[in-house]
């Protein structure tokens, strides 16, 4: 058996454009790339650990713990293996088996799953209804009130501060008043926020926030964020009596190795690029314009994006695939003969991407792109 039966190779940032939305805003820093290699041994983190994660001082996790808390704006920070779990952390401990949490209607499926490992059912918000996709705070508090009254007490309600289908980003600051005006704990999924755009957990009064490391955060997942307020720290971190310096709901130690070595070295770029996260809107937005240009492609979602993931119907190129030799998977080869990959293989009728860090020069090659290609064919 050799190693190379396992194909471990990879070039695609190296060699394209990847329009990926899962992967933009994850891609390392080179300062990461070094830890990679420094950190990249199971434990390593580990070297002079006295049994709590979080106040290993070589590598300074603590002093990275506290400076992340400063940049989101939160009075505590833990790291855990990916957003899924921060969320499955919070709901298990502020519910019961039973409870009832209010979910917005655009929830990434992990915030479903969370709340069903955590065995507790869930009400959801319902969006706009038309293209757009919204879920507006008008309409959250109308269904957590309605929750309220038909089921006694809400013990929780969940956000998606920036969903995946869509790219619509959400009032997370009127989320908090809402949540705090009715008595209801907090939480916002930021997975596509945190590391991409200013986060204030304390200012928007948010109980608990979790992140993405490996998807916004430009670490080497998985690695997750959970930010708590003081008012819950001492019970969603309390510690084990029996190995009294490990703390339960994270089962002792979170990521250790290269996640959160990747995490740490990357911070400090990413605390300066969310500090132009204006200027990465105004390019996400001039793309959109250029792609829309397009007779039979559309935005779909909140107009103008507030983000940089976008989706778009395509009916133009699902209609070249239909008399095309080579059906659906015509469009995924001319990009990639241009040097374009992160669209689904055989994906024509809608495709979600983000240019998340590229250049205007490359945002419009690849909006040229689309063009050179409906027009060979159409």
């Not at 969310?274 to 107009?303: A, M, P």
Request: overall charge negative; glycine content about 8%.
């Amino acid at each position: 058996m050799e190693c190379s039966d396992y194909n471990l190779t990879r070039h695609v940032e190296r060699e394209n454009l990847n329009l990926n939305p899962l992967q933009r805003a994850g891609m390392l820093t080179p300062e990461a790339r070094r830890a990679l290699y420094e950190f990249g041994d199971g434990y390593s983190v580990c070297d002079y650990c006295e049994g709590r994660l979080d106040q290993v001082n070589k590598p300074s996790i603590n002093g990275f713990l506290d400076d992340l808390a400063k940049f989101i704006d939160a009075d505590i920070v833990r790291t855990t293996h990916g957003a899924r779990e921060s969320k499955y952390i919070v709901i298990n401990k502020i519910c019961e088996p039973g409870d009832t949490i209010v979910v917005d209607g655009n929830a990434h499926y992990t915030s479903h799953l969370a709340a069903e490992r955590a065995r507790v059912n869930i009400i959801e918000v319902p969006d706009s209804g038309d293209s757009k996709h919204e879920i507006t705070m008008d309409k959250y508090r109308e269904t957590l009130e309605n929750a309220i009254d038909d089921v006694g007490e809400i013990k929780l309600a969940l956000l998606t501060h920036v969903d995946g289908d869509y790219g619509n980003v959400t009032d997370a600051k009127k989320f908090g008043k809402i949540c705090k005006d009715l008595g209801v704990v907090s939480l916002l999924n930021s997975a596509y926020g945190m590391g991409r755009m200013p986060i204030k957990t304390n200012k928007w009064d948010l109980d608990f926030v979790v992140g993405s490391g490996h998807k916004s955060m430009a670490a080497s997942g998985p690695i997750g964020v959970l930010a708590i307020k003081d008012e819950h720290a001492e019970d969603m971190l309390k510690r084990s009596p029996r190995h009294e310096k490990k703390e339960v709901e994270l089962l002792g130690c979170t990521s250790r190795g290269t996640p959160i070595a990747t995490l740490m070295a990357s911070l400090p770029k990413v605390v300066e690029r969310v500090n132009k996260w204006d200027e990465e809107v105004k390019l996400s937005r001039d793309f959109v314009d250029k792609l829309t240009e397009i007779d039979g492609i559309e935005q779909v979602g909140v107009r103008p994006t507030n983000h940089d993931l976008v989706r778009f119907d395509t009916p133009v190129l699902h209609e070249i695939g239909k008399n095309h030799s080579r059906k659906g998977f015509y469009l995924y080869e001319e990009l990639k003969n241009r040097n374009i990959v992160g669209i689904k293989r055989g994906q024509t009728e809608w495709f979600k991407c983000s240019t998340y860090g590229m250049s205007k020069n490359q945002r419009d090659y690849i909006a040229d792109s689309f063009k050179e290609i409906v027009e060979k064919y159409k």
